[in-house]
């Protein structure tokens, strides 16, 4: 994804939800928005616009105040870790080893924050499936890793890296 269409799209999603100054300011320089919104330029998706839009807005409404609580992990997500990713993991065509990577930096990036955020979660009663004992924090990182670190282009690392991931921040 070119300088250039990260602005397009992203300029559209901050007029569709009517960011303010420092929203704007904050969406421009995201990380995971940025990810998000490449996924199928990177992977040379038919459509690549409408996918990176309608991504980018589930994005938004996942991490909105007024949203956020519909896209919350819940026990019926454990059994698949890219569960709680369905609704940004559609694409049309385009090179599925590079859109396995990419959500699988995405995957991690969720993981970790599950991770970080456990005994937050445990104290306010939000469901956090490493702190419920559902998945193993080093077990499914390690393993994403590995697959990342064999499928990872130059492409990719230039938006969003393994250590991006590691991270653990959902809006960065």
């Known amino acids: 994804m070119t300088n250039k269409e990260w602005d397009k799209i992203s300029s559209r999603v901050r007029a569709v939800y009517n960011f303010g100054v420092e929203k704007s300011e904050w969406f421009k320089v995201c990380k995971m928005a940025r990810l998000i919104a490449a996924v199928p330029f990177l992977a040379g998706c038919d459509k690549p616009e409408e996918s990176s839009f309608t991504h980018l807005a589930v994005y938004i409404m996942s991490i909105d ?3 956020k609580d519909i896209y919350f992990h819940k026990a019926e ?7 709680r990713l369905q609704p940004i993991s559609n694409f049309n065509g385009g090179n599925r080893k590079v859109i396995q990577c990419c959500m699988d930096l995405i995957a991690l990036n969720m993981v970790t924050n599950y991770e970080k955020d456990a005994e937050e979660d445990k104290a306010i009663g939000k469901y956090n499936p490493v702190e419920a004992g559902a998945w193993n924090y080093g077990a499914v990182s390690e393993k994403l890793i590995e697959d990342i670190k064999s499928n990872i282009t130059s492409e990719i ?3 969003y890296t393994v250590d991006d991931a590691l991270r653990g921040l959902w809006k960065d």
Request: charged share 40%.
């Open 65 to 67: 105040d007024s949203t």
């Open 157 to 159: 690392s230039e938006v």
């Open 77 to 83: 997500d454990d059994a698949d870790v890219y569960s």
